[in-house]
């Protein structure tokens, strides 16, 4: 007859959860490593420590806690706080790191950035095995209904939490880094204008030959074919890389939430300009351009007049606006979108587009959106509803987002030249 000897099953057991929590350890440590490196110690650009304090103390706080509790959890749990921080590890290495590192070579924090990956699949491997190692023990019925709450929990997690915090740190952590080739009809001046918040934007200009100017926003990429036809029509014209991306100091955040320095600066910089008029200037935004120009306008009156194409949601506020309820745009998705972003971008999100847009008036608003654009777009006819006179509205069912002129070139030109002919050329 076989005796086990049933006082060593504490100790290994003991043992294996100390292995355990020392690689789970350290691939937290090498998380660790890089909120330190990328807030603190290589910010980007134009940046310093103190401008990532919230950015870089609360990740830090959730890494530190998640160390302390995990020797005092149970397995399950265990996995599903390895699985977490590994997922968001390797997700936020990749956007990050592995994004610049493809498109220009690593530099800076993005070497820690690529071990970060590393640890995080350290951290996935640690989360699997404690997940296959906990299956024993107790009835089957009791296995099996354990299994299913864990892979309950997990799915909400990683769907809830995971995929939205995964998709913010690409939003808050990536930005173009290449200037595209100027395809414009005609060759730009290069040009450098300082934000109020100590940051250098490079940009291009086209001189006006009327009088007005017009910004195109976002970057030097997008704009670039509206920019040109504005130009031919006698109108200078702005397009710059804002912060974070391209040659422009800063950290990105493709939401638009830090953008308002940015299209501050390019007004002032347009007012310099001898071949404007300082009270001809306007401004057409694309997507998150066009979201960024509304509230511009809202909160100055030194643009004129703004066309905006495809603004939607850039945080829960409109989230709660969209038509169809909460499940359409994935509400739950924006609300932790929204609470990551403003950790990562170190400030509180913005104020509703519908409650801005009710500011900008009697200035001319012009809002174009795609019958087939990305969620959200259709609360241009919000904007249009909560907008005070003059006001235009247009949809393009056949399009997609920022596809207007694409889908019809020339009535698109016509409807845009002519908006901005009447808000800044007339009684010239």
């Not at 007859?1 to 049933?6: G, L, P």
């Not at 134009?46 to 103390?57: F, I, K, P, Q, R």
């Not at 829960?316 to 169809?324: H, I, K, P």
């Amino acid at each position: 007859m076989e005796i086990t000897d049933v006082s060593r099953e504490p100790t290994a057991r003991a043992a294996t959860v100390g292995r355990e929590y020392g690689l789970f350890l350290l691939g937290a440590a090498v998380v660790a490593l890089h909120v330190l490196d990328d807030n603190f110690i290589q910010p980007q650009p134009g940046t310093s420590a103190g401008d990532h304090l919230v950015s870089g103390l609360v990740p830090l706080a959730l890494v530190a806690g998640a160390a302390v509790l995990y020797p005092r959890l149970r397995a399950g749990l265990r996995a599903i706080i390895a699985l977490t921080l590994g997922l968001l590890a390797v997700a936020g290495g990749i956007a990050e790191a592995g994004y610049y590192t493809f498109k220009v070579g690593a530099s800076g924090d993005d070497y820690t950035g690529l071990l970060m990956i590393a640890a995080g699949a350290l951290l996935l491997v640690v989360g699997a095995w404690t997940l296959w190692t906990s299956r024993r023990g107790g009835s089957r019925r009791r296995r099996y209904l354990r299994r299913l709450g864990i892979g309950v929990l997990g799915f909400v997690v990683f769907f809830e939490l995971v995929v939205p915090v995964a998709f913010t740190c690409g939003y808050t952590h990536a930005g173009r880094p290449i200037v595209p080739e100027a395809n414009l009809g005609a060759d730009p001046e290069e040009v450098t204008f300082t934000t109020n918040d100590g940051l250098e934007l490079s940009g291009w200009y086209l001189p006006s030959t009327n009088g007005a100017a017009v910004i195109a926003f976002p970057g030097r990429k997008g704009p670039q074919r509206i920019a040109g036809i504005l130009a031919d029509h006698g109108y200078g014209v702005l397009l710059f890389d804002r912060r974070g991306e391209g040659e422009s100091d800063g950290d990105p955040n493709a939401l638009g939430w830090s953008g308002i320095p940015d299209i501050e600066a390019a007004i002032a910089y347009l007012q310099s300009r001898p071949d404007v008029d300082p009270e001809r200037i306007g401004g057409i935004g694309l997507s998150v351009g066009g979201e960024l120009l509304l509230q511009a306008a809202a909160e100055t009156d030194e643009l004129k007049a703004v066309v905006s194409e495809g603004a939607g949601v850039r945080s829960a506020r409109e989230a709660l606006l969209a038509s169809g309820g909460a499940e359409r745009l994935g509400l739950p998705f924006w609300l932790v979108t929204t609470g990551a972003t403003a950790v990562f971008d170190n400030q509180l999100p913005p104020p509703s587009l519908k409650d801005l847009v009710g500011e900008i008036a009697p200035r001319p608003i012009f809002l174009i959106y795609a019958g087939h654009g990305q969620g959200g777009e259709e609360l241009s006819a919000d904007y249009y509803e909560a907008a005070g006179e003059p006001k235009t509205l247009w949809e393009i069912p056949e399009a997609g987002h920022t596809g207007g002129l694409s889908a019809r070139p020339e009535e698109y030109e016509r409807r845009v030249v002519a908006f901005f002919d009447d808000a800044l050329l007339e009684n010239r």
